[in-house]
């Protein structure tokens, strides 16, 4: 057979490889995350649609402020812009504020429940972000459910008067993706859409003057886009933005009253023990509560020891940087996010407080997660461990978070819960005397006022209530001594004036000196309508107990 018409055989061919089943998309993980962050959140915060508003800067912001239960008028969005609420300009606060009474009212529960969907969203908007900054899901997803469920953030959510924490910490979230956004491909569109949601945050609270130096963290690490000067200089709106955000706030407190004078190496020693501290309460999240007192024992050597901690982890973040990047980024920005508020500027009369580590809690949490996903990289056989313990911290956090907020049921819950961790808690003492003088309690109110002036004897406000308990029982010397030591601590206390008026106004022979004390309480607050009738009732009075006496008597 020739050649020609040899058979060949058909060539061979590749076998087919076995179909392999898909691999499920990224953004399914990514979508699980999302819903077990918002119903972790749900499993913490659900109660809270059941409890009160409380007695203490509720009413600033809320059941008081007549402008905010109005809702949103044109007189009152115009008021809005300009008022100073709680000694803070935050009009984005209190028109979302108004917002919520104009659908609601004041029906609390739905006041707690913005707080918790805030909070919830601003979980997510967290993943997300870490997510896109970093590719990496269990390190982000970590972060972001220690944000969720750390018992150090109870306060921000629980109380309605934090609306204006998590409000703004949910636009600063909003700007810390836009930028990431504006990273990716840069533009002045995308730049703008980095700051509407800063200048809104900060017209919510002003702790976001920080963010343009967590900015400039990020450009380190995860972004790896430092390029100094060039992404200093494009920062340089934000920050300006910032510096006007922070004299604006400074004045408007300091004018009404907020700014306490400190001794300046008081204020000092308070916030390097405070970094130390807020580090424990973060690892060891017990005895939290809602005011902690300035602490008064504090000595050079505690915070000379705190300084040294600070000190040696600040070198050790700087000497890691190349290796460890994340745990530079993640150190300064706790170190850097708590300035505003660890106290070098006192603002208030605590000397620290949960609310104010809603964000730079992160910081550290970032150092935590990077820092076990370095572990499981070196060690993989530690991954099942790391796993276990990242799972185990997070449902301890739930549970000891669920313990925490039901403390925030009412004012009786909250300020009995602080006396029972703090001790010489002056502001725990006279809120809990006050509400329960307020629901009828009047012989319990009158022990805790007693206890807040051996706390702090030259208190007008707690003289002046406990005087009035004792006029009630018929103590009247004790309680014109208690009206008489509030006007010795304040000279122009309204109320101590108005109360001696009406005690002396029913003493025969004295009516005078009630004229005198309701003329003075007229002279502090012209807008004291009690005082006003009375003294118009007493001048009536006496007028006509004169034309009394000048008829003739009758034969």
Not at 241 to 265: C, D, E, H, K, M
Not at 347 to 354: F, I, K, L, M, P
């Amino acid at each position: 057979m020739s050649k020609s018409h040899r058979k060949t055989s058909p060539p061979r061919t590749a076998k087919p490889p076995a179909i392999q089943p898909a691999a499920a998309p990224k953004w399914h993980l990514d979508l699980i995350v999302w819903i077990a962050l918002i119903l972790s959140v749900l499993a913490v915060y659900s109660q809270v649609g059941h409890f009160d508003f409380i007695t203490y800067d509720d009413p600033d912001y809320v059941t008081n402020n007549a402008h905010v239960q109005a809702g949103l008028t044109p007189t009152n969005i115009q008021w809005a812009l300009t008022a100073v609420v709680g000694a803070n300009w935050a009009p984005v606060t209190t028109l979302s504020h108004m917002a919520i009474c104009n659908f609601f009212g004041l029906r609390s529960g739905a006041h707690h429940w913005v707080n918790v969907v805030l909070h919830a969203l601003s979980a997510v908007l967290l993943f997300a972000a870490l997510r896109r900054a970093t590719r990496a899901l269990w390190p982000s997803a970590f972060v972001a459910f220690v944000f969720a469920l750390h018992p150090l953030h109870v306060e921000s959510v629980a109380w309605i008067s934090e609306l204006k924490d998590v409000l703004s910490t949910f636009f600063w979230f909003l700007a810390l993706y836009a930028y990431l956004r504006y990273t990716e491909r840069p533009s002045p569109r995308r730049y703008l859409l980095i700051i509407a949601p800063f200048c809104l945050g900060l017209m919510a609270k002003p702790m976001l003057v920080t963010f343009p130096f967590t900015l400039l963290l990020l450009d380190v690490w995860p972004l790896r886009r430092a390029q100094f000067p060039r992404t200093l200089w494009e920062k340089v709106p934000l920050f300006a933005i910032s510096l006007l955000s922070s004299v604006v706030t400074y004045f408007v407190q300091r004018s009404n009253g907020a700014v306490q004078t400190v001794r300046q190496g008081e204020s000092v020693l308070n916030a390097l023990v405070s970094y130390v501290s807020y580090i424990g309460q973060t690892f060891w999240p017990i005895g939290l509560t809602v005011f902690y007192p300035r602490r008064t024992s504090l000595t050079v050597f505690d915070a000379a020891c705190a300084f040294a901690l600070i000190l040696a982890v600040s070198l050790l973040a700087v000497f890691a940087w190349r290796t460890r990047p994340y745990f530079a980024a993640g150190w300064f920005w706790y170190l850097g996010t708590l300035v505003p508020v660890i106290g070098l500027v006192q603002v208030g009369r605590q000397s620290h407080a949960d609310r104010y580590m809603y964000v730079p809690m992160i910081g550290l949490s970032i150092i935590l997660a990077w820092g076990a996903a370095d572990v499981v990289r070196k060690w993989p056989q530690a991954k099942f461990a790391i796993a276990s313990l990242s799972v185990a911290s997070c449902l301890a956090c739930l549970g000891v978070a669920s313990a925490q907020a039901a403390y925030w049921r009412n004012t009786e819950s909250v300020f009995r819960r602080a006396i029972n961790v703090t001790d010489n808690n002056f502001i725990a003492q006279y809120n809990l005397a006050d509400y329960l003088a307020d629901t009828g309690r009047l012989p319990e109110a009158a022990t805790h006022f007693e206890e807040a002036l051996r706390i702090k004897p030259d208190s007008a406000d707690a003289h002046n209530k406990l005087g009035g308990y004792l006029m009630s029982t018929g103590h009247i010397a004790e309680g014109i001594a208690h009206f008489e030591a509030a006007l010795r601590s304040e000279p122009h206390n309204a109320e101590a004036h108005f109360n001696l008026g009406v005690v002396f106004s029913k003493t025969p022979g004295r009516e005078p000196e009630a004229i005198a004390h309701y003329q003075a309480a007229l002279a502090a607050n012209p807008q004291l309508t009690r005082a006003h009738k009375n003294l118009a009732l007493l001048l009536l009075q006496l007028e006509d107990t004169s034309k009394d006496k000048s008829r003739p008597l009758p034969h």
